[in-house]
């Protein structure tokens, strides 16, 4: 490193002047000049350093290799000052001006400015600013030198103020909406890592230019796209402004300068050197061709050639120094080792297509030119006016203009600048504005702006008549309730009216004037009160107090309705509404009649069960209206949550009481009849089970004090008369079935459902309908055959929907026929209602051997059941053959009828032994029993009685006696065991036309129980042992007696 020539002290790098000499040859000829200062007396000496360096090394290469070499300087200013010259024989001259701040040879800050040749070295009217002289320069480098390097920035200025015309090489960034237009300021941030990278490292190398497209898919939220399709081939070609660095992502400032277009993807990287050197030719040509003034380019090459002889006498003493030379030589010769075969564009294209669209080829597009016409210049100020109509309806236009306008810009003659202005200034969808970006032809670019901007007006119009009407409705509203605010005063003054929680506190206290309210209640709610008093009014706390005063304040506290104590209204109101159910009718009078003797109401749980359709649910409004009592019902099918019954806790947000304080509420009497229907059917969940909540609330000993959780007092339920429905009574728990009454609503037989058309069904479908009864006579013969070839059921309910049928069907032809009568008879009963769905009574008319009817009990009702059995194979009675007999059931048959066919197997063998020692058929036989309708899960020991008859029947060989039914269950010992649902089984059989029935001993009572013209003509038998059943089925055998 040489040394100070005053001071004798070490000098390190302070500038470097770059003078290009250049021709249309690849030859070129570069003379650098170094100036180093002093450490201690900050003296500067110039110092050159060589004669010829290649054009392809560009200084900032030269610089940072120098760097390298010198393990002295830590930091190193760079102030470079680069001069083409133009002669009758040389190439352009350009002047460009670069600083940079190195640190172990990175760009930690970085300012670029370029200047042209009407900016820069020349005031703009071809005269010349004069130079600055080596003081000059000596001085700028002190500035320069004075200054620290900032390694992490959060803001840099990039102010190129030249601009290329042609950059092909950029990177991509794309965007979603608003695009950017020329002479346009847009905020970008990018997020994409890599993209990052390449944008920050072309800003390092002065190269702050990128190209804007917009994608092809709003959705995509990526700043990199895949693939070219997923962009617009036209974008802008825009100049990173301003940048900040923010953790992953980068901040830019961007402004719009030209349209281009892309024509292939690149690779991200481009070398240093191409990039330069580009940059660099691209810069000399745009100046050389505004710099032609012959007076200037003397002038410049006179003040060079007297630079050049000052510093002849430095260069010599520098050369004497081994160190510096060496290494300067080196520089040169690795120099001379890269001189370039290709331009530096070509360097720049000669790149590999890589998988992600970063860095794109791309060219300027032109606009087509145009003359300024009387119709452009009208589309022009027509612009202008509605621009300046938007601005006045909506001021963020306003404010947005003054933005994106540049001070001192003559917009109004320009079309061009005008066409921009105003496509920024919309908010149309992306597609329009790219139209306006790809548009080359400047009136159709006018005309399209224009429809946009129109368009624009015709919202900003619509936005600000929404906006007057939602301020007046604001404004109206605020004014009444300040008036209402200043009425209350008034009147609260005047002692008109009183304040919200006195008003509240009245209503709650009015409402208990009338009440009998026990005493834990009344302490509770006068504790509420002294609450509310307290509380603020618009407090969460205040509306959850007031909601649960209103519950307790809204109960019928001590209000009982005045029950009906007299038995003929009530029997004449039952028997109004309902046909037949005589043991509900009786039950409900001997409870009229216990109240009547004990002089005060009561209450009780009752539970009807039987099939759908019976009468279960309408039975008990008419013992409410019999009662004289409040009719409340609720269904718990289904339902898992216990709080339906017991109530939310208050601690939750939107709490609310059980369903019985609901009753209590609604009803307004402390003994209502409340109907809970389908409690066979309640499900249990993750929050609770219902059937356990019932417990409390239908038990007797228990409802006295029931506590609701949301009332959280004691609510006497003892008066209230709960009656319960149900279809099996299997799927209610056992604990709760105990707390109840049980009486089975059995089905009706084909009279019955008869009485009950004619006397209701048919009465309310001619009131539904509007057909009147001398318009449609319905005989008895067609009712019956309705109800025994389409509505077999226990019920009535689908009886009732062929009925209704029946009468719509009619009512249509009386308005489209124009009929006065219709007769509906057995003969034309299938034009209403179709098709009949039974059309055989029984499966055997005579049942042959081993066929026996058995009597089934349904949900729906009861059904004949028939049970078939046959030989699998031969017999063989050979003494040597030990093979044994076995039984085969089918018939989609549950657990329990298994059990019993086995069971009534065993009992048959033996049986038969007795009856027969040497028939051993049943022993060796493989029989196949089944039971028909396999469709039809089938299950229950009721059917042992019947096995066992059509076991015997095939083991000897001999059809059973025809028209019988029998049903009970059978022991091991041969015992008939009762069975349930008789009267069922007893219809069923009547209405298959059986004319004997056999039941058990045990069932005879319930027998007894059965109208008259249910069992009129039928012969029934009651057997206790199956000896009794054996001589009825089979009167021709007699049996030897079976030991008990």
């Not at 810009?409 to 139209?435: F, H, K």
């Not at 007057?468 to 005063?489: M, N, S, T």
């Not at 649910?617 to 339902?639: H, K």
Request: contains cysteine; proline residues 4%; glycine residues 6%.
């Amino acid at each position: 490193m040489r040394a100070c020539q005053v001071c004798k002290q070490k000098m390190r790098l302070l500038s470097s002047t770059l003078f290009l000499n250049s021709n249309l040859s690849n030859s070129a000829s570069i003379r650098n000049k170094f100036q180093l200062r002093c450490i201690s007396c900050t003296r500067a000496t110039s110092l050159p350093i060589a004669e010829k360096w290649q054009k392809s090394e560009t200084n900032l290469m030269t610089l940072r290799q120098f760097h390298n070499s010198s393990r002295t300087l830590s930091t190193c200013s760079l102030i470079g000052t680069s001069k083409i010259k133009e002669s009758a024989n040389e190439g352009t001259i350009f002047t460009r001006r670069r600083t940079g701040w190195f640190n172990n040879g990175g760009v930690a800050f970085y300012s670029s400015s370029a200047s042209s040749a009407g900016d820069q070295g020349s005031d703009g009217d071809g005269e010349d600013k004069p130079e600055s002289s080596a003081d000059d320069s000596e001085n700028v480098a002190e500035e320069e030198a004075s200054e620290q390097p900032v390694m992490n920035y959060n803001m840099a200025a990039l102010t190129t103020t030249t601009i290329p015309d042609y950059f092909p090489n950029i990177p991509v960034i794309a965007i979603n909406r608003n695009p950017v237009f020329p002479r346009f300021i847009k905020m970008i941030e990018v997020n994409d890592k890599k993209l990052c990278e390449l944008i920050k490292r072309k800003v390092k190398l002065n190269l702050p230019y990128a190209g804007i497209f917009l994608k092809t898919d709003d959705s995509n939220d990526k700043d990199v796209v895949k693939d070219l399709s997923d962009i617009y081939k036209v974008g802008m070609f825009v100049q990173i402004v301003e940048m900040r660095e923010l953790d992953n992502r980068l901040q830019m400032m961007v402004m719009g300068h030209r349209r281009i277009s892309i024509l292939r993807q690149l690779p991200e990287e481009i070398q240093l050197q191409s990039d330069m050197a580009a940059v660099a030719q691209q810069l000399g040509e745009q100046i050389a061709q505004k710099d032609q003034k012959n007076q200037r380019r003397s002038r410049r090459q006179r003040r060079l050639e007297k630079q050049n002889g000052a510093t002849n006498g430095t260069l010599d003493e520098v050369q004497e120094n081994g160190a510096t030379n060496g290494k300067l030589d080196e520089v040169q010769e690795n120099d001379a080792d890269q001189e370039a075969d290709v331009t530096p564009r070509e360097q720049m294209l000669k790149t590999e297509v890589m998988s992600d669209v970063i860095m794109v080829e791309t060219e300027n597009i032109k606009d087509e030119p145009f003359d300024s016409d009387m119709k452009l210049k009208a589309l022009t100020a027509e612009v202008v006016k509605t621009i300046r109509d938007i601005m006045a309806l909506n001021p963020l236009y306003r404010e947005n203009l003054h933005q994106i306008m540049q001070t001192g810009q003559r917009v109004l003659d320009n079309p061009v600048y005008i066409c921009d202005l105003g496509a920024a200034l919309t908010s149309a969808d992306p597609s329009y504005l790219q139209q306006v970006i790809e548009e080359t032809n400047i009136p159709e670019r006018l005309e399209l702006v224009l429809s946009l901007l129109k368009k624009e007006f015709e919202l900003s119009k619509l936005q600000k008549k929404i906006g007057k009407e939602v301020e007046d409705k604001v404004k109206k509203q605020h004014r009444e309730y300040i008036l209402r605010e200043q009425l209350k005063i008034i009147k609260k003054e005047l002692g008109i009216e009183k304040d919200d929680k006195d008003a509240i506190e009245e209503k709650f206290r009015a409402r208990l004037k009338e009440l009998v309210v026990p005493e834990h209640v009344q302490t509770v709610i006068d504790e509420e009160l002294n609450k509310l008093a307290t509380l603020d009014n618009h407090s969460s706390e205040f509306s959850v107090t007031r909601n649960y005063l209103d519950w307790l304040t809204s109960l019928p506290w001590g209000k009982y309705s005045e029950e009906t104590l007299a038995l003929d209204k009530a029997k004449e109101i039952l028997e109004e509404d309902h046909y037949g159910m005589d043991e509900v009718k009786k039950r409900i009078l001997e409870f009229i009649a216990v109240s009547q003797l004990k002089g005060s109401t009561q209450g009780k749980i009752l539970c009807f069960h039987g099939p759908p359709g019976v009468g279960k649910t309408s039975i008990a409004r008419s013992i409410a209206r019999a009662l004289n009592r409040q009719y409340f019902r609720f269904s718990v099918g289904g339902m898992s949550d216990v709080a339906e019954i017991k109530g939310h806790r208050r601690t939750y947000v939107g709490a609310m009481p059980g369903k019985m304080i609901q009753c209590l509420k609604k009803t307004k009497t402390e003994n209502p009849l409340v109907l809970i229907d389908e409690v066979d059917k309640m499900s249990r969940g993750h929050q609770g089970d219902p059937a356990s909540a019932l417990l409390e609330l239908l038990d007797p000993e228990q409802n006295a004090n029931f506590l609701d959780h949301y009332l959280d007092v004691n609510i006497d339920l003892s008066k209230v008369l709960f009656i319960c429905t149900a279809n099996v009574v299997d799927y209610i728990p056992e604990p709760l079935k105990d707390r109840m009454e049980l009486i089975d609503v059995s089905g009706y037989v084909a009279e019955e459902k008869l009485a009950i058309a004619e006397k209701y069904l048919l009465p309310q479908a001619r009131e539904h309908s509007g057909v009147k009864e001398e318009q449609l006579t319905v005989s008895k013969d067609a009712m019956y055959e309705l109800i025994k070839a389409y509505c077999r059921e226990s019920g009535v309910r689908n009886l009732q929907k062929h009925v209704e049928k029946i009468l719509r069907k009619a009512a249509f032809k009386i308005v489209s026929e124009g009929t006065e009568q219709l007769t509906v008879d057995s003969s034309n009963i299938q034009e209403y209602v179709g098709i009949p769905k039974f059309t055989k009574e029984r499966m055997y008319d005579v049942n042959p051997p081993g066929v026996v009817t058995g009597l089934a009990w349904t949900a729906y009702g009861g059904s004949t059941l028939y049970i078939e059995t046959v030989l699998k194979k031969a017999l063989d009675f050979d003494p040597e053959n030990k093979e044994k007999g076995d039984l085969q059931v089918t018939g989609n048959l549950g657990d329990v009828i298994k059990e019993s066919t086995q069971l009534a197997y065993t009992f048959s063998k033996i049986f038969l032994r007795h009856i027969d020692p040497d028939n051993k058929f049943l022993e060796k036989a493989s029989i196949h029993l089944h039971l028909p309708e396999g469709a039809t899960p089938k299950d229950g020991p009721s059917a042992g009685c019947a096995i066992v008859t059509a076991l015997l029947s095939l083991g000897m060989d001999k059809p059973c006696r025809q028209n019988v039914a029998m049903t009970g269950e059978i022991s091991l010992t041969g015992k008939v065991l009762p069975i349930g649902g008789v009267k069922e089984k007893v219809i069923a059989a009547r209405r298959s036309g059986m004319e004997c029935v056999i039941l058990p001993e045990d069932n005879r009572k319930d027998f007894a129980d059965l109208p008259d013209f249910i069992v009129k003509d039928i012969e029934v038998h009651f057997a206790s042992n199956y000896s009794d059943v054996f001589p009825v089925m089979f009167p021709d055998v007699q049996p030897k007696p079976i030991p008990s």
